[in-house]
């Protein structure tokens, strides 16, 4: 069934929604970056309290999305439910993550910890302002089945372009001939960031149309007297919430694909560095970066447009199982994409070897250009070959995550109409996204601790410079096993999802007879 003009979301509103997703993921990917990796080499922090600073403010951070979701559910302003909260929480985001990471070359230890984990809860709290409501209102910019699997490909396209640049943060800020100190660097780019977050995070406050909510019923009054009644009313929609069959589905199998990746997200990289390249950086080179900026793009241009198109045709349920399938037959893949005597083979081919020469030539000719305006890191040796076979897998797996939030978020919008249905108003797009999003970060969570479990298991140790065979091999059978396995799990979860395209629009037009809509 064709999308009347209603209901279709204008290129302008899906770029700006598309911009505020952009910030969703830069942020997160930076600080993520900052904490896990600069901290320790920048500052020389302790990595077990980089840890905790990493984690704790996460269960800070997983309270205050379900609050932010109620609130802004239930708010009345002339501009809207969301648009006032997205705006301010951007402009606050970008201050508090610039002066997160305006520390002192000197500074100890002890202060380092304290200033990053007070000025991160600070910025959570700006950032949950502007992220749940932000999540809500894609969920409420067009009622139409299809048209809300486009908005959510548009706006997942363009986040994406996030983990095209988060890598090459490893290469950048380390890079002598940009920055005189690593810190200087974090500094920078920090303020970059910042500046980023406060310009394309107003765009979709700016511009982006929710659902008219003038004469929505039934919403509580926000303010202090309210603040016990409120709680009462908050758990009793997080507990209704949690009776809806399909979005209790959509949150299982989130966790299950995104935590799976999540858990050997790392791998790869220590893969290329300690097993293709026997522990050297250096011979790597900017292999690592390329091979999650190159996956950003396939997942980007050609994956998540693949998507969009399946789930159009055959159904959003039928595009998951098949695109989790793919994501599948790529993790398997890997174990031959990564393979030292497979690619040192291909090399020596004749298609091998003319691509190489290919590559070569164009980047010896780029990288004096690249050196002369201090980007050099974006150069390429060939000198010791091009591991090709690393991207082979890349087209599959990534059918994984660029089909779990493009076509997840399209199913919560439709989960949101059948609540309505069943309990009224007011919509709750927002408290469904903050649960959902909840589900997303306690996960995460529980996959950064996983994931250095899982290291410790198979003998793996950043510190030495060759690994056992042994040691390696396992890493590789776990950066396997691990995401095949959770995918195939959330295949079994989504097998009976039930809300289909025919009964969204039953469902639809069931809400606009009890509106008394035309």
């Known amino acids: 069934m064709s999308t009347t003009s209603r209901n279709k979301v204008p290129i302008g509103q899906k770029s700006a929604f598309g911009a505020g997703h952009f910030i ?3 942020l ?8 896990q990796f600069f901290l320790l ?15 704790l403010p996460r269960i800070f951070d997983s309270i205050t999305d379900p609050i932010m979701g109620f609130i802004s559910d239930n708010t009345k302003s002339r501009w809207g439910r969301r648009r006032p909260y997205i705006f301010v929480g951007a402009i606050i985001s970008g201050i508090l993550f610039f002066l997160m990471w305006q520390l002192d070359d000197d500074a100890s ?4 910890i304290w200033h990053v984990m007070v000025l991160q809860l600070l910025f959570l709290i700006g950032n949950t302002m502007f992220a749940t409501p932000l999540v809500g209102l894609g969920y409420e910019m067009t009622s139409d089945y299809n048209e809300r699997t486009r908005l959510m490909a548009f706006s997942n396209t363009m986040g ?8 090459w943060l490893y290469v950048i800020i380390p890079d002598t001939e940009t920055f005189n100190t690593q810190t200087e660097g974090v500094r920078t780019m920090a303020l970059i960031v910042g500046i980023m977050c406060a310009v394309f995070g107003i765009l979709p406050a700016l511009f982006c149309k929710g659902i008219d909510s003038s004469h929505m019923e039934n919403r509580k009054e926000i303010n202090f007297k309210t603040l016990a009644s409120n709680m009462k009313e908050l758990w009793a929609g997080i507990v ?6 399909p979005f209790m589905k959509l949150c299982g199998a989130t966790f299950l694909v995104f935590n799976g990746f999540q858990l050997v997200a790392a791998f790869g990289v220590f893969i290329i560095v300690f097993y293709m390249y026997n522990g050297s950086y250096e011979v790597a080179g900017t292999w690592p970066a390329w091979f999650n900026t190159i996956n950003a793009i396939i997942t980007a241009f050609i994956v998540i447009p693949i998507i969009s198109r399946m789930a159009n045709k055959w159904g959003k349920r039928n595009a998951f199982l098949i695109s989790t399938f793919l994501s599948i037959v790529g993790y398997v893949l890997k174990w031959w994409g990564f393979d030292i005597e497979l690619n040192n083979a291909f090399n020596k081919t004749a298609m091998g070897q003319s691509m190489t020469d290919g590559v070569a030539a164009i980047f010896d000719y780029l990288n004096p250009h690249l050196d002369s305006i201090g980007m050099s890191w974006f150069s390429i040796d060939a000198s010791n070959g091009i591991p090709w076979l690393i991207f082979l897998p890349i087209p599959l797996f990534a059918f994984g995550m660029g089909g779990l939030f493009t076509l997840m978020m399209s199913m919560t919008a439709d989960v949101c109409d059948l609540d309505e249905l069943e309990n009224g108003m007011p919509r709750k797009e927002g408290t469904f996204g903050a649960i959902y999003w909840l589900m997303v970060k306690i996960g995460q969570s529980i996959a950064l601790v ?22 390696m091999t396992n890493l590789r059978i776990a950066d396997i096993i691990v995401p095949a396995t959770t995918a195939g799990l959330a295949m079994l ?9 025919d009964r969204a629009r039953e469902i639809k037009e069931e809400l606009i007879e009890r509106r008394g809509e035309l």
Do not use: C, H
């Open 24 to 26: 969703l993921n830069i």
């Open 28 to 35: 997160p990917g930076t600080l993520g970056v900052f904490i």
């Open 41 to 55: 080499t920048a500052w020389g922090v302790d990595p077990l309290w980089a840890g905790l600073l990493g984690g």
């Open 109 to 112: 230890q002890t202060y380092i």
């Open 160 to 167: 994406q372009i996030a983990w095209m640049i988060v890598p």
């Open 240 to 245: 209704q919430v949690s009776k809806n069959k």
């Open 450 to 471: 996983l994931g250095g479990v899982i290291l410790s298991i198979v003998g793996f140790d950043p510190n030495v410079t060759e690994q056992s065979v042994e040691t």
């Open 493 to 501: 979860v989504m097998w009976r999802y039930s809300l289909n395209e």
